[in-house]
């Protein structure tokens, strides 16, 4: 059996997930127009083949060490332990890659898979930019063209990463349909795909998208988790009793959760950006407030209307500022091995100061997200507890949105 | 005798070719959809695609993601869309095939969906994103209703992959003339015309072409080598630019009968 296919205990039964289709469960799936299936069959070999090569995956090691930075440390957060007076908070910091987020361990997987598949054209949709600037960044790297699919109102409020991805050399096409935000932004991508198939790779920033999408950057991802635990058992001894990881799509908590999902007394628990409140309609929580359906390539929980219309979601949050989720968060979340929660802009910017001024550390408005949560529960919770957030990501690009706000003086 | 079966074999004997026009349902309205696919009826189109709106079509070019946008803002829905079908069923016998994304069908409940559809006198369904891989969920409904299952067929796609897209098929298969999405390029008649003996080397049912075809000229020249074209977006952009006009539907009418027509005369010519 290979990595491709985990055991998952269920009950009393074994089940392979995804199965030799992608579908986690009822969730996931390669619902893909005709010109695309060619394609993502031919990804789904390549990959197979390159995550049982030796030589690949000790490439990959190799360049998450030596260029990414890894291993990322795993930091005991004292002082913000001590303001809030119950478990103990550890920060997982993927902030410190290289880029700034955890985005370029699936970028530079992918990427070197690219490579491996002779295609010389990388495409990516994105939100914050983070994952914009890390597929630029392994562009550049690999001496690759690159072409970056925005939303207009992403550009406007994540401008530092545009400049970033400019400088790498990328091509920034900016998206006008919709909100013009992450969606809008996939829809173009995936169109631009469609049309360019022949020589283009599309690197997915997140756990969606059509098979082998989420279980490929679950894999490339899930470096996080198996680092973690490393780090935990050397640090304390044990396994953390929770860790708490901000949802978008859910790359950066399918990576810190999926190492653990086999040890049953780890809570694993997904942020979801409520944004101006679940009751507004103005968020982006699809498990906490969707319904399951299809859209980009798989079948998972989507922000709707009555009649199959997707909705425009929102949040503070550019990179949390999508409709849907991977598909195997549904699948944690309705077999109920994960637990998925909201948290409001307004909570998230009050983590997103108390963490900067408490540590010293910026978070990104995403990670600042699992921040609230942890800080809501964390003082009702044993001292002896241990709760890990993953810090996705840092800051700096949400500098101006902060202080727009009136924070920060 | 099915619809869309039945058109395929009158256009045979009078060898002639299938003209397939594609409308975005309820753009500008769905009362105007109703009155177009009745004028295009009239004006001698063989089948008519119904465009079912979507928020996300990410196969549409610009065109039809436009008209899509136009007729979610006005409203438009599948049940009320598959209602108007009904309607049109009072009058017409056009075959009529729905095509669309699967999520609308997917919430409206795929059980649901392929009654109400075939009530209504759906006769084929064309589900852009359910490929073969993920099409049993609807068609153990809509196969025993009796509604055609239309396939896609791309460029890309292998010797192996169209045997087996082909075998599960029905009613008629639809070959995409271009790597690329609805409307923003046009096919070489030599690529299309290798492409359909390709096909034909695995199937008995129609093989239309369709994505990247505008106007009379260019379905002259592709026609010959299939069973059909498939006309949209140059549709779709004269209703664009017409909007609710009172020449609308005559002149979309007018526009469908000159394709007809050279496509007649290039039947008659290659016979002569």
Redesign the interface.
Known sequence: MGVFQQPVREGNTMQKLPDN?GHFGIFG???????????LIELEAAYRQAHKDKRFQKEFAAYLREYAGRETPLFYARRLTEKLGGAKIYLKREDLNHTGSHKINNTLGQALLARRMGKKRLIAETGAGQHGVATATVAALFGMECRIFMGEEDIRRQAPNVFRMKILGAEVVPVS??TATL?DAM?EA??QW?????DTYYVIGTTAGPHPYPVMVRNFQSVIGRETKKQIRKMEGRLPDMLIACIGGGSNAMGIFYPFRNDRNVVLIGVEAAGRGITTGEHAASISSG?V?????NKTY?L?D?????HDAYSIAAGLDYPGVGPEHGYLHDTGRARYVAVKDSEAVDAFMALSRCEGIIPALESAHAVAYAMKIAPALDKKKIIIINLSGRGDKDAEVIVKRGEGK | MKRIEETFRALKVKKEKALIVYLTAGDPTLLKTEELILGLDRAGVDIVEVGVPFSDPTADGPIIQAAAKRSLDGGANLPDIIRMIKRIRRVSEIPIVLFGYYNPIFIYGNEQFARKAKEAGVDGILVVDLPPEESAELRRYTDKAGIDYISLIAPTSGGKRIGEIAGKASGFLYYISITGVTGTATPQAENVRTAVERIRKLTTLPVVVGFGISTPRQAAEIAPHADGVVIGSAFVRMIAEAGNAKDLVPGICRYAADIKRALKRRQTHGNG
Do not use: C, D, F, W
Not at chain 1, 194 to 198: A, C, E, N
Not at chain 1, 293 to 297: A, P, S, T
Not at chain 1, 306 to 310: D, M, R, S, Y
């Open positions: 289709k799936g390669r619902y893909a127009a005709e010109t695309l299936m060619p394609a349909s919709g969606k829809n995936m169109r469609v049309s360019r198939v022949r319904r359906g299809v859209l980009h390539g989507l709707q009555k009649n199959g219309q997707i």
